[in-house]
């Protein structure tokens, strides 16, 4: 919304309103949060320092695939999700409304899922959320071959928003299963390291594709890797700790 109708409010500079809106907003963000009280976990005082190397955490296979679910799954978003106005806007010729129509419709499927995603976490278990969040973004790639309309990338682009949801919220969740309360900071750590900078490298790449390769390249390149993750979610179902998690509920 801020791009469509702050395109114009500085007429010499296109999408200067644009920018201006968006400084307001974080400098409003940046408010609320010095209004926080700093994160303090109510056991903490009897925490015993982690004796695991993090060697040790992140070479658990429930570990791998929690930190893979989210960084593919950031990273094919991000990258679909930066291309599409790219395609739509400079190679197809569609207006600035109309991607917005699109984009927006994308942010409601990627946050709206997350009010059920707790309840069906524990109704269908956390890799299979994933498992139909992967299958989502496969699908969502599928879509975006078959046509170039508003509507081919409306749906293509709901799809990536629901698929992102379910195999991020349930890779997040995932990774809590594989360490201690001592050990999270560590195991945080690497798991926001990758996930933020896989998805940083793909919001750049992403115009580099449209460039050389098109759209149609661009939906080809999720599929083998959201395959593998599927294989991989299917290896680890029967995790001792999946079991171990599930009895602490």
């Known amino acids: 919304m801020l791009a469509t109708n702050g395109q114009d409010w500085i007429v010499s500079i296109p999408y200067a309103g644009t920018m201006f809106a968006l400084c307001a907003l974080f400098v409003l963000q940046s408010a609320l ?11 903490e005082h009897e925490q015993l320092p982690s004796e695991r190397p993090l060697a040790e955490i992140v070479r658990q296979p429930l570990f791998m695939v929690a930190v893979l679910g989210g960084t593919v799954g ?3 978003m991000t990258l679909i999700m930066t291309a599409t106005p790219l395609s739509m806007h400079i190679n ?13 419709a994308h942010v409601l499927g990627m946050y709206v899922p997350s009010l059920a995603a707790g309840f069906l976490i524990e109704k269908v ?3 299979r959320l994933m498992f139909v969040g992967a299958f989502g973004l496969l699908v969502a790639s599928i879509i975006g071959l078959q046509g170039h309309s508003v509507l081919h990338y409306w ?17 997040t969740t ?14 945080q750590a690497v798991n926001e390291f990758l996930v933020f900078g896989t ?7 992403a115009g580099t ?26 290896m680890v179902r029967k995790d001792p700790l999946l079991d171990r998690a599930a009895l602490a509920k």
């Open 209 to 234: 594709v449209m460039h050389f390769f098109g759209w149609g390249i661009l939906m080809l390149v999720p599929m083998p890797i959201l395959i593998a993750i599927c294989a991989a979610l299917v």
């Open 125 to 127: 278990g956390v890799t």
């Open 33 to 43: 949060f010095l209004m926080l009280d700093a994160a303090r976990d109510h056991d």
């Open 74 to 76: 950031y990273g094919l």
């Open 174 to 187: 995932l990774l809590t299963y594989t360490y201690s309360m001592a050990e999270r900071f560590r195991a």
């Open 155 to 171: 749906w293509a682009l709901v799809l990536l928003g629901v698929g992102w949801n379910f195999l991020y919220v349930g890779g």
């Open 92 to 104: 197809d010729g569609f207006s600035i409304e109309e991607v917005s129509s699109v984009i927006q």
């Open 199 to 205: 998805s940083a490298t793909a919001s750049l790449l």
